[in-house]
Nanobody
Framework: QVQLVESGGGLVQAGGSLRLSCAASGIIFSIYAMGWYRQHPGKQRELVARITMRGSTNYADSVKGRFTISRDNAKNTVYLQMNSLNPEDTAVYYC???????WGQGTQVTVSS
């Protein structure tokens, strides 16, 4: 049974930081490209950051220079370090394992102005 469990969301003031974690089980984590997506109310889910199994990364333009995706294959975990947060980053953030299209349950990030 595949599980992706996100944690680390919460309420933060503008300019602050949060680190999201996504712990995976039931998959051979090291061979999966992993991604973080977010969904604003009433909008489609969008890619925030992606990391390949070899560690190559790409980011949405809106988060470049502020967010960093990383992975620890020994812990089957992918992270999203989010710095310089602004209210437009408020959304539900989801972890995705590309091969097989697995999703976590999401974690709410709220940035107050």
């Amino acid at each position: 049974q595949v599980q992706l469990v996100e944690s680390g969301g919460g309420l933060v003031q503008a300019g602050g930081s949060l680190r999201l974690s996504c712990a995976a089980s039931g998959i051979i984590f090291s061979i999966y490209a992993m991604g973080w997506y977010r969904q604003h109310p009433g909008k489609q889910r969008e890619l925030v950051a992606r990391i390949t199994m070899r560690g190559s990364t790409n980011y949405a333009d809106s988060v470049k220079g502020r967010f960093t995706i990383s992975r620890d294959n020994a812990k089957n975990t992918v992270y999203l370090q989010m710095n310089s947060l602004n209210p437009e980053d408020t959304a539900v953030y989801y972890c995705n394992a590309e091969l097989g299209g697995y999703w976590g349950q999401g974690t709410q990030v709220t940035v107050s102005s």
